[in-house]
């Protein structure tokens, strides 16, 4: 399966979104099944990306959220996950952060 | 009402950092030396900290590589600049979730988390945007997310929605819509020298008060997610809470902090300004009794 940098970028963004959106509904004790599905169907279009493994992971901590379990060792999975995904994508992509790069052009692609 | 005694500590800073985007309007002006910092307030009773800086590794190196960061130290270094242990930091207040003012929470193991909770609440409202619109979202970063939700876990995290006094003179005031969705600021009421107020990034110099052409018409920051409204009303607010006087007002990005207040530059070019020193508390800038 080949995925272009920009297919990649498109679901790295969703990712990304999806993952604060749970980050905030865990904190605020927010329901979190619709974050959960959206994971899920996240999942399922990643596979084969550098997307899959995060995406799958952070359903997981969704789920057990969910479920009214112990998430606190997922948590660190999670973070582990992303911070691969985050890595991979920066050798392709520029960062995203804004005000990012104040004093000029990107120098971490 | 308490004493506290309060120092601002530098733990890295950029050497060219725009202008633009320190003061809106200010385009093509040039660069200037930003500081990064923290405030430390220290009583009998409690040992507190404004913003937690962040951690030089992984994302926050990227993002202060790419602003062109220097001089990083971590808050074991920086506390210890005033025989200080961030093990022992009690409350930490979190103005707003920045990697340079929420990225150093892990550094803080035991203090409870004072945040404003639309800071938080407002990421589960951008999911819902069209990508589009994820630029509002841009800048932050899950892992400061999840640090939140081990806080929360802990029992460690207190999220706030209106004035609020954490600690006896210490009071939380939301700035939401401003430079973020749920920014807070804070003021210090001491009984022996008055009220200060710490701006975290509402504004990030002095000249965001005294006009960036000094003229006394407030010049607010360069980077607004709310609006820049809200801005100037928050600046008036923290204009009246400091009694109009620029000096009880603390920039967490200004480098003349260092000549307005006794301050001291250790050996690894940090500085530390001590604003104010309750009894029976030891200066930490004259050189003659630091303890590094």
């Not at chain 1, 999942?43 to 959220?65: I, K, Q």
């Not at chain 2, 633009?20 to 660069?31: D, E, H, K, R």
């Not at chain 2, 430390?40 to 790419?66: M, P, R, T, W």
């Not at chain 2, 409870?112 to 970063?141: C, M």
């Amino acid at each position: 399966m080949s995925v272009t940098l920009a297919e990649t970028d498109a679901l790295y963004r969703r990712y990304k979104a999806l993952a604060l959106a749970a980050g905030a509904a865990l904190v605020l004790d927010a329901p979190v099944d619709e974050l959960a599905e959206a994971v899920g169907a996240l999942e399922e279009e990643a596979v084969g990306t550098h997307c899959a493994e995060p995406a799958s992971t952070l359903r997981r901590l969704l789920d057990r959220a969910r479920a009214g379990e112990d998430v606190v060792s997922d948590l660190e999975d999670v973070r582990a996950s992303h911070r691969s995904l985050r890595r991979r994508i920066w050798t392709t992509q520029p960062c995203e952060y804004v005000p990012c790069c104040a004093r000029g052009p990107h120098e971490h692609r | 009402m308490a004493d506290y005694s309060i120092w601002v500590v530098e733990y890295a800073r950029v050497n060219e950092f725009a202008r633009g985007l320190l003061l809106y309007g200010q385009w093509n002006t040039g660069t200037t030396i930003a500081p990064y910092c923290y405030a430390v307030l220290k009583s009998d009773d409690h040992l507190a900290v404004i913003d937690s800086g962040y951690n030089h590794a992984e994302f926050g190196k990227v993002l202060a590589d790419s602003y062109g960061v220097s001089d990083w130290q971590p808050p074991e270094v920086v506390l210890g600049h005033l025989g200080l242990d961030p093990a022992d930091v009690d409350t930490l207040i979190l103005t707003h979730n920045h990697f340079d003012h929420a990225g150093g929470v892990e550094f803080f193991p035991n203090a409870r988390v004072y945040f404003q909770e639309r800071e938080i609440s407002k990421y589960l409202w951008a999911v819902g945007l069209p990508d589009r619109l994820q630029w509002l979202t841009s800048a932050t970063d899950p892992d400061l997310m999840l640090w939140l939700v081990n806080r929360m876990k802990q029992g460690k995290l207190t999220l706030l929605s209106e004035e609020t006094e954490i600690l006896p003179g210490i009071r939380c005031l939301p700035a939401h819509d401003t430079h973020t969705f749920g920014s807070q600021y804070v003021t210090v009421e001491n009984e022996r020298d008055g009220k200060w107020v710490f701006a975290g990034d509402n504004a990030y110099v002095y000249e965001n008060f005294t006009g960036a052409h000094g003229d006394g018409r407030f010049t607010p920051i360069g980077l607004i997610f709310g609006s820049v409204e809200q801005c100037v009303l928050t600046m008036e607010e923290m204009w009246q809470q400091a009694g109009q006087d620029p000096t009880r007002i603390v920039p967490f990005h200004e480098q003349n902090i260092w000549s307005k207040f006794p301050s001291r530059r250790f050996d690894d070019s940090l500085h530390v300004a001590e604003l104010s020193l309750a009894d029976g508390e030891t200066s930490r800038v004259d050189a003659a009794l630091a303890t590094t």
